[in-house]
């Protein structure tokens, strides 16, 4: 499976029926998974250096293919050794992934909203973490079904390369180029990629044994230290009408989340809500989301008006935007 850890599977169980492995997990911050917080704080660590035996079931530390050998006494005995620095991780720090893969899902909805606006898009990612995905027009985007290139989309010669499977019978109508103005990108604790800690916390967020997506974050870091992005802190329910309002007339206001919702509580995305109806009093207003529980849907809402239209489905897809199955228009 794509999101499969054989490590982190064994090491759950290990956690499950030890208090002492719990007792860390429970330091995590509401709102924020523990299991992941738990996770996350180890392999930072061994990926900032620390010397365990641990780290050679972690292949992306190690550089070698997991040994034949169970990893959970090593885990425990990591644990117990430096539960005061795991703890402080733990209880500090957010899941703030920035999984550059989820661009294959956002590409085929820009280029709805691009058909319909004849604008450039002027892009505000909600729960933007290191604001990666609103580089997107700088990567290039290949989907395949059952092995084969069906399309291809964006720079061939980019260092960022990305691939999804078009699953179903749908396939989606990609513009060309799809032309961005502004781009900005709000959350409550925004993430430097530039800053070596910052961006090894985001590697510490991926499975040990997933290589191809730590390489693709570093990429997309160093791509953004070439184009770099408006990220601001705060909550961006706040901070949603002010960057609605100051956004040129001749851009599209094209706002988008993903996986982030889950984030917010219910009254912030009553706010959100608000805020694009009022924006859409004076001029369109898209709405791009990403969100859900298993399978993700991909969703396209208009505002006009002052009134939102009925969210269109465009596709269900993979949470990390490794396959779509496409149902728009």
Do not use: K
Request: some cysteine; hydrophobic content about 45%.
């Amino acid at each position: 499976m794509e999101l499969a850890s054989p490590l982190y599977a064994e090491l759950a169980y290990a956690v499950s029926e030890s208090s002492e492995l719990l007792e860390l997990a429970a330091h995590a911050r509401p709102r924020q998974p523990p299991p992941n917080m738990l996770f996350g704080a180890v392999q930072y660590l061994l990926l900032r250096g620390v010397e365990h035996p641990l780290a050679a079931h972690y292949p992306i530390v190690s550089g070698e293919p997991r040994p034949m050998a169970p990893a959970a006494d090593d885990f425990r005995d990591f644990c117990r050794a430096h539960a005061a620095e795991v703890v402080e991780l733990v209880r500090t720090r957010r899941t703030q992934t920035n999984v550059v893969r989820r661009c294959t899902c956002l590409v085929p909805a820009f280029s709805v909203v691009a058909a319909e606006a004849g604008r450039p898009l002027h892009l505000i990612d909600l729960g933007a973490s290191a604001g990666l995905n609103l580089n997107f027009d700088r990567y290039g985007v290949r989907y395949t079904r059952a092995g084969r290139e069906v399309l291809r989309w964006g720079d061939a010669g980019a260092v960022v390369q990305l691939e999804a499977e078009l699953r179903g019978e749908g396939v989606p109508a990609l513009q060309p180029r799809i032309a961005v103005g502004g781009r900005v990108g709000v959350d409550l604790d925004p993430v430097d990629a530039l800053d070596p800690d910052a961006l090894l916390w985001l590697r510490a967020l991926i499975w040990p044994e997933h290589l191809e997506r730590h390489q693709r974050l570093v990429d997309a870091a160093e791509e953004l230290r070439v184009h770099p992005v408006r990220l601001l802190g705060g909550d961006a329910a706040e901070a949603l009408p002010g960057l609605l309002s100051e956004a040129p007339r001749d851009e599209a206001l094209t706002v988008y989340t993903t996986v982030a919702l889950y984030q917010f509580p219910r009254a912030a995305r009553e706010r959100v809500e608000a805020a694009l109806v009022d924006a859409s009093r004076s001029r369109p207003v898209w709405r791009v989301a990403l969100e859900g529980m298993d399978a993700m849907e991909l969703t396209l809402t208009r505002y006009r008006d002052g009134s939102a239209t009925p969210t269109e489905l465009l596709a269900t897809a993979s949470p990390h935007g490794w396959w779509l199955e496409w149902v728009g228009s």
